[in-house]
């Protein structure tokens, strides 16, 4: 009877480690990729007069009004491309103008493409935007006003800068 239970014994010391396993697995996960931004078109007020204080103002149908000359064949809205994003992905966009040498520049702007409309979005503006169910890329409308801030040389060009930035929700 010792002899059996002792042999009982052993068994089940061997079938309990042999019965229990644990194995270490992996969860994966992929990053979306950051989107690309592209100028489509370059935004360009066309001539103003170059005294200090003088406003041109493009509208988001690219007419200017203002301080400078309505008739000028560079006059072309600014046209951002935002491709790259998957669908259904929730983006922050925002336009921000700044100075330039001698002109400061203050971004409106409109964004295409996106689930809901987006028009006439004032400069520095963060404004939530989601992709469509398609992943189409997105498109911004730049306009807004060039100020002169010191007197400039009639006939030379002049430029401000302005920053698109998109970023994950």
Do not use: W
Not at 68 to 81: F, P
Not at 88 to 101: D, F, K, L, R, Y
Not at 109 to 123: C, G, P, S
């Amino acid at each position: 009877m010792k002899k059996r239970i002792m042999t009982i014994a052993l068994l089940s010391t061997i079938s309990a480690s042999t019965l229990a396993a644990s194995e270490t697995f992996q969860a994966n996960v992929d990053a979306m990729s950051d989107a690309t931004i592209a100028e489509t078109a370059t935004l360009h007020f066309g001539a103003m007069q170059p005294t200090v204080g003088s406003v041109c103002t493009m509208d988001n149908a690219g007419a200017v009004t203002g301080d400078c000359d309505v008739s000028n064949a560079n006059i072309a809205i600014g046209l951002i491309t935002v491709s790259g994003l998957a669908s259904n992905v929730p983006v922050n966009v925002t336009v921000t103008g700044a100075s330039g040498t001698n002109v400061t520049f203050e971004a409106n702007y409109d964004i295409n493409a996106a689930v809901a409309t987006h028009d006439n979005i004032a400069d520095g503006t963060l404004t939530a935007v989601t992709t469509d169910a398609s992943g189409t890329d997105l498109t911004i409308d730049v306009y807004g006003d060039m100020t002169v801030d010191s007197a400039l040389t009639p006939g030379d060009s002049y430029t401000a800068n302005y920053v698109v930035d998109v970023t994950f929700q």
